[in-house]
Each structure stands twice: as structure tokens, then as C-alpha cells.
T-cell receptor, first 115, second 113 residues
Framework: SQTIHQWPATLVQPVGSPLSLECTVE??????LYWYRQAAGRGLQLLFYSVGIGQISSEVPQNLSASRPQDRQFILSSKKLLLSDSGFYLC??????????????FGPGTRLTVL | AQTVTQSQPEMSVQEAETVTLSCTYDTSENNYYLFWYKQPPSRQMILVIRQEAYKQQNATENRFSVNFQKAAKSFSLKISDSQLGDTAMYFC??????????FGQGTRLTINP
């Protein structure tokens, strides 16, 4: 079966510091990968998605970037965090064997607080 | 641009009752997919049910069913025999071929014992 991992689970960072959040998927190959952000009390907003290694599409201009160095690894980064980057970050995947291509499955998320 | 609207910020029902959560969406597309996700206090997003727009039959998953009205662009979720474990935020989401999910603002559902 497929599983998705995110770490860290919780992160507190000062303004201006760098960021690296990691997401990995197990049990499938060549998945589509996604980064979402959820602000407090709100729905999810798609930030980035990737259909393959090195292929990244950005949905919202911002202080963040994403990379996919390996097939099942997706990284969200920032060189200098802003207060507005605080939120709950969720990674998702789709396209696994035996799954409908349009169904997305989410990781446990990372709660980021920028002070 | 596609938008998804959930007009009920909060709902509360007694255990074993039936509850319906509303969702409307705006699109000019003909082929698309609709979803309901559940987010319990753990904040894990869990897929509850999905509906393909080309299917006229409403989707059903155990106690969960949808009322899909394509012409009205309405996609409501009905939870029958509600349980305490159904307490969560529920998000309606829309997707077309680009695999990009657009979420509503969510409905906070509380099941009371």
C-alpha cells in the first residue's frame, strides 16, 4: 500500500530564516505531487505541483519554491521566511497504481509558525 | 476561474441524526470531478467521497452520499446515522483535467452525544 510522509510535524522559525519541508511517498512510482497551504480556519490553497522529477509548476507567486530531486520526494523551501508564511502545509500525491488518477491523498502536514 | 462555496460555516447535530452539508461551484467546464474531504482534529485530510461529472448516478460510500445537481452546480453531502467520529471540518473540492483541486472554505461539523 502507498503511504506519504511529511516532516517535520511542527516547526517554529524566526522571520528571515530559511525553510525546508520534506515530503516522501512510498509504494508507488511516478506519482504527481502537490504542496498546499492552509491558513487558520480556511480551505487549502495549491502552491506547487509536479508531474515528474525536476518538473515544477507554481500556482501562486510567493516567497516559496519547490523542488523534486527524486521521483518520490518533494521539497518546499524558502530562503527568507515572512510572517505571512505561517500556516499548515500539506503534501499530496495522486496517480498511484490501482487508484483513480484524479484522487489526491494527503500527508499528515507540517504546522509552521514564523515569529 | 473556478470557485467553490460552502455556505454553512458551522453545523451541529445529535448522534444518529442525518445531516446535509451544502456546496456550490462555478465553472464553465463540462467534464470535471467533485470531492468531499474530511479534516478531523488531527488535521489529516481524508477523502470521503468523489463524483465524476459525467456520471448521473449519485455517489455513495457507506453512510455518506451526495446529491449532485449538475445544472444547478450543486454538490451536497449527506451523512446518515451520524457518529461522534464524524466530527470534523468538511471541505468540498473541485477538479478539472489539470488535476488542480480548488477547495471551499469548509464546514465545521459537530456531532453531539
Amino acid at each position: 500500500s502507498q503511504t506519504i510522509h511529511q516532516w517535520p510535524a511542527t516547526l517554529v522559525q524566526p522571520v528571515g530564516s530559511p525553510l525546508s519541508l520534506e515530503c516522501t511517498v512510498e509504494g508507488t512510482s511516478n506519482p504527481n505531487l502537490y504542496w498546499y497551504r492552509q491558513a487558520a480556519g480556511r480551505g487549502l490553497q495549491l502552491l506547487f505541483y509536479s508531474v515528474g522529477i525536476g518538473q515544477i509548476s507554481s500556482e501562486v507567486p510567493q516567497n516559496l519554491s519547490a523542488s523534486r530531486p527524486q521521483d518520490r520526494q518533494f521539497i518546499l523551501s524558502s530562503k527568507k521566511l515572512l510572517l505571512s508564511d505561517s500556516g499548515f502545509y500539506l503534501c499530496a500525491w495522486s496517480g498511484g497504481t490501482g487508484k483513480n488518477w484524479y484522487e489526491q491523498f494527503f500527508g499528515p502536514g507540517t504546522r509552521l509558525t514564523v515569529l | 476561474a473556478q470557485t467553490v462555496t460552502q455556505s454553512q460555516p458551522e453545523m451541529s447535530v445529535q448522534e444518529a441524526e442525518t445531516v446535509t452539508l451544502s456546496c456550490t461551484y462555478d465553472t464553465s467546464e463540462n467534464n470535471y470531478y467533485l470531492f468531499w474531504y474530511k479534516q478531523p482534529p488531527s488535521r489529516q485530510m481524508i477523502l470521503v467521497i468523489r463524483q465524476e461529472a459525467y456520471k448521473q448516478q449519485n455517489a455513495t460510500e457507506n453512510r455518506f452520499s451526495v446529491n449532485f445537481q449538475k445544472a444547478a452546480k450543486s454538490f451536497s453531502l449527506k451523512i446518515s446515522d451520524s457518529q461522534l467520529g464524524d466530527t470534523a471540518m468538511y471541505f468540498c473540492a473541485f477538479m478539472r483535467g489539470a488535476q488542480k483541486l480548488v477547495f471551499g472554505q469548509g464546514t465545521r461539523l459537530t456531532i453531539n452525544p
